[in-house]
């Protein structure tokens, strides 16, 4: 079957571009399967690249990748694990901005959404983002997925939807409004080292 893809060879692609259909490709290095399971889509800036496959090789399919123009550093992935700074809250949402993927720090800017169904797995419908996070805070997310143009509600196509629907994800750090650092004391609920003050946070695990 021949690969359909919407980019030639040496184009220049950036993250959230359509590269093809994963009935007809492979998602090599810097592409990723939506969460549709059929287009393969760009997770990082650089240049598209088609191989064919091996003769012989059980899946005929070629393979499609982005190879980064520039040294690039880190990259969020599906199933990373980051490191985010809480950059605005809202009613239904956290913007984030991520500086680490896995131990590495990333060179270019990465902006992570998280939603309100992603916050925890249970009573999704009782969370509260004002209580849940506030700028500034650091915290520890998996990434679920990159939006796409497409997805208007975000009005950002290099967003990446992350999750803190787990023990071990949430804030690990923060300060008061006081400026004092901040001191988990359950997993909702973190104590100023300075004034005492408790305030309302998603607790990472061994924070």
């Known amino acids: 079957m021949a690969a359909v893809d919407s980019h030639g060879d040496g184009d220049l692609v950036s993250p959230g571009e359509l590269l093809g259909d994963s009935r007809d490709l492979i998602a090599g290095r810097g592409a990723y399967v939506a969460p549709n399971g059929r287009s393969i889509r760009a997770s990082l800036t ?32 599906p199933g990373s694990v980051v490191i985010a700074r809480v950059t605005k809250v809202i ?90 650092n901040m001191v988990p004391i359950s997993w909702t609920e973190m104590q100023c080292s300075l004034t005492g003050q408790i305030e309302h946070r998603k607790v990472a695990k061994n924070a």
């Open 46 to 77: 650089g240049t598209h690249r088609v191989t064919p496959p091996q003769p012989g090789a059980p899946d005929q399919r070629s393979t499609v990748e982005v190879v980064g123009h520039r040294a690039q550093g880190a990259v969020p992935q």
């Open 91 to 180: 009613a239904r949402m956290v913007s984030v901005d991520i500086m680490c993927v896995e131990s590495k720090a990333v060179k270019e800017k990465f902006t992570g959404i998280i939603r309100q169904q992603d916050v925890r797995a249970t009573e999704i419908d009782k969370v509260d983002m004002y209580l849940s996070f506030r700028p500034g805070d650091i915290v520890r997310a998996l990434v679920v997925s990159l939006s796409t143009p497409s997805d208007l509600s975000l009005g950002d196509a290099r967003a990446y939807y992350l999750s803190t629907a787990k023990n071990e994800l949430g804030v690990v750090s923060a300060q008061s409004i006081g400026g004092g």
